[in-house]
């Protein structure tokens, strides 16, 4: 008997990376599994039907308190990852705002302090962008 599974589908995630004054804003993950306690940006993934853009919106919304204009959600980047039991297209967004608003969850780190190390595997290539002055 050949039992063939299908290959996981690639799940759409909208993460915005929310900027003022020189700082990005993240947070801690806390949740069971190996990225527990892991620095992350926030996002998630989007609903049927939903663009990613109101993904952002909803999730920073959901996730910070902050209230952001989906139309404010400028598209950064893009990457495709796949873990060993799913693959992610993550859609990055680029928010400016003028100032480091008070967040409900999460803190505002500043550019230089960014490790790509103290995120995901799946964002690290966006950090070195971020970091490099002429496309961050």
């Known amino acids: 008997m050949n039992l063939r599974t299908e290959p996981p589908e690639e799940q759409l995630v ?15 993950r806390r949740e069971a599994g190996p990225l527990d306690g892991m620095l992350e940006f926030p996002g998630g993934k989007t609903e049927p039907g939903e663009s990613p853009q109101r993904a952002v919106a909803r999730e920073v919304r959901e996730e910070t308190g902050l209230s952001l204009d989906p139309r404010q959600c400028s598209h950064y980047h893009q990457e495709r990852f796949r873990y060993p039991d799913r693959k992610l297209r993550l859609q990055f967004f680029l928010i400016d705002l003028g100032e480091r608003l008070p967040v409900r969850a999460g803190h505002w780190l500043s550019l230089q ?5 103290n995120f995901p595997a799946a964002n690290r290539n966006v950090i070195e962008k971020l970091k490099t002055p002429a496309t961050g």
Do not use: M
Not at 16 to 26: D, E, F, N, S, T
């Open 14 to 28: 909208a993460i915005a990376i929310v900027r003022a004054q020189g700082c990005v804003l993240v947070q801690t």
């Open 113 to 117: 302090d960014l490790d790509p190390e």
